[in-house]
């Protein structure tokens, strides 16, 4: 039983201009975003960002203080009832009832989230199965380990299959492995389901999801697909090189190959004999491929012994770590005044 | 109201399952057995005018003071504590469904523990073998009151349960109460103050609110349709009060 959305063309979320202030302290300031259907969204923020209160915002647990908040096509705000059967939420520490028994739980909520009775047998299997959790499903809930208590928030959250599901960092505390399977499973979701996940761990985001929404400080600094946010706020290639020799000459020789090579930090003199390997950062602002054309300078320049080059790949990480700094010194700059 | 149902089902499982449940009904049984015990030492004793039942049933107040507490402090408070509010409150279920759920579970475990009891009076009339010392009236009349009154006490330690996210507060706050409504206003009742003219809508307000005074037309088989009224409207004041009070929580964070 899929619940089927009731405006066909509404994009899953489309969240405008929302605020909300917790004793007129603004923990999300002015959000705009939207989320097509079938994507798959992550959110990330440093703690304290307001994305836990947004996916609340979302869910319709919590009133904005101010905004629209439409999930497809239904404003949350007024028809809070309809949106909630098309949601399925994780929050984030995923409670659970501790003294009950894993498919008791599931049971229950099934019912909660009407899902028809003839139906539910048949899907609870399907979700203990799918979340690896049929080993454990006559164990009562306060004994399992973080890793399954982490797997049955999130058979709860699909149970109905819902159209959008919400997850407030589904993989905090899981082992390597058991973050392989949470991933897997919400690989599986692709297509057929709207997802938004919060997260800390960024390869987890980046492996996951098809774009990106960092928040800092109630607002969103930056938002796209990784590889897109990955050009906006680190704009350069970089290479990686290793090279040993006359290291004076290299600025030069890197410039007659491309006018745009240079290395980055810049040299820093140093006492040791030219003998040995350092390992040195070179940018570009050419999109392109340059690493044939620097290799091949390289072995042809005189008194330059080349070791290794490699094209150096940005991660998300670098990306998050200079959208929130960018934004916090925008959100500083402005506010230094009144902060001091 | 779909959703009253799943909910009181649940909650009722999960009072049965639960230890505190039956730790508490030992206890009160315990309790109830020695009044009744004490009670019919005196009537053996001396001849005495009132049926056992009444004077049984004048007892009401030990076990409402702390079962009430112990029933309902959990409720809504240990789900605030637990986060489990929050996923509860994202299905489509809405508050009132969940403060209706949760308070019927606790009543009907409230009548459950005290239609216990009726085994006292079975026994007395086994071996007795007098109909005289189980008369119907007092009996019937103590139980309704106790069914009727129960439901104000168990919304008011609801409501209590509404207001924190931690048991013992909410416990504190439901003797708290039940001890003004109960103990609280006979006192009120009984002072000087309120003798004088200017007084007297207080006066009659708090006199109409006498719980003892009730017991004791209920057990006279006197039901008052101003006493049942007075259950009720505190019993839906109360629960409306938790849903505000549930809701008020959510706004707030």
């Keep these: 039983m899929t619940v089927s959305p009731p405006d066909e063309s509404a994009p899953a979320i489309e969240v405008s201009h929302l605020v909300k202030a917790y004793n007129g302290i603004p923990a999300v300031n002015d959000i705009s975003f939207s989320v097509g259907r079938g994507e798959i969204l992550g959110f990330l923020g440093p703690n304290g960002a307001g994305k836990s209160t947004t996916m609340r915002i979302l869910t319709g647990y919590l009133p904005a203080t101010s905004g629209a908040v439409r999930v497809f096509g239904l404003p949350v705000a007024s028809r809070g009832e309809e949106v909630k059967r098309l949601i399925g939420y994780m929050p984030e520490n995923n409670p659970l009832p501790e003294d009950m028994r894993v498919s008791e739980y599931l049971y229950y909520r099934g019912r909660l989230k009407e899902v028809p009775r003839s139906r539910l047998s048949v899907r609870l299997d399907e979700v203990l199965a799918l979340c690896d959790l049929t080993r454990v499903r006559h164990r009562i809930i306060g004994q399992l380990s973080k890793g399954n208590r982490q797997r049955v928030g999130i058979a709860e959250a699909i149970l109905a299959e819902p159209p959008l599901i919400i997850m407030d960092e589904p993989t905090i505390g899981l082992d390597p492995h058991q973050i392989l399977i949470v991933r897997d499973l919400i690989a599986r979701l692709r297509g057929r389901m709207t997802v938004i996940i919060s997260s800390h761990i960024l390869p987890e985001i980046e492996m996951t999801c098809d774009r990106v929404l960092i928040i800092n400080r109630g607002q969103v600094v930056a938002q796209g697909s990784p590889a897109a946010l990955r050009r906006e706020f680190l704009g350069r290639s970089a290479y990686e090189l290793e090279v040993a020799g006359d290291f004076a000459a290299l600025p030069a020789v890197l410039a007659h190959l491309e006018p745009s090579l240079r290395l980055d930090p810049p040299l820093a003199p140093e006492p040791d004999s030219p003998g040995t390997f350092r390992r040195l950062r070179v940018v570009t602002d050419r999109e392109d491929d340059l690493g044939e054309i620097i290799l091949r300078g390289m072995v042809a320049a005189p008194g330059l012994r080349v070791r290794g080059l490699r094209r150096a790949e940005p991660s998300l990480e670098d990306v998050f770590l200079a959208a929130t700094q960018r934004s916090w010194d925008v959100v500083d700059g402005a506010t230094r005044p009144d902060v001091r | ?253």
Aim: hydrophobic share 55%; with cysteine.
């Design chain 2, 1 to 253: 109201m779909r959703h009253f149902f799943t909910i009181l089902n649940q909650e009722i499982r999960m009072l049965l399952v639960s230890p505190s449940t039956y730790i508490a009904a030992v206890l009160f049984l315990a309790i109830m057995g020695f009044v009744f015990t004490g009670i019919l030492e005196s009537y053996s004793a001396t001849p005495q005018e009132t049926s056992p039942a009444a004077v049984f049933f004048q007892y009401f107040w030990l076990p409402v003071f702390f079962m009430v507490p112990l029933l309902t402090m959990k409720c809504l408070a240990e789900e605030r504590r637990l986060g489990t509010l929050e996923t509860l409150l994202t299905t489509p279920v809405t508050t009132t469904e969940v403060v209706l759920g949760k308070f019927g579970a606790a009543y009907f475990l409230y009548l459950l523990l005290w239609a216990s009891t009726g085994g006292f009076f079975y026994v007395l009339q086994h071996f007795a073998g007098d109909a005289r010392f189980v008369e119907r009236g007092p009996l019937i009349g103590g139980y309704v009151f106790i069914a009727v009154s129960g439901l104000l006490f168990i919304a008011l330690g609801v409501f209590a349960s509404s207001l924190s996210r931690n048991q013992a507060v909410a416990g504190i706050g439901a003797f708290t109460l039940l001890f003004g409504l109960i103990s609280g206003l006979s006192f009120v009742d009984g002072m000087a103050l309120l003798d004088l003219e200017v007084m007297r809508p207080i006066k009659e307000a708090v006199s109409y609110a006498q719980v003892f005074q009730h017991l004791e037309d209920f057990s006279r088989g006197i039901v008052d349709t101003r006493q049942l009224l007075f259950y009720l409207s505190g019993t839906i004041l109360a629960l409306i009060f938790s849903i505000l009070g549930v809701e008020a929580k959510l706004l707030h964070g």
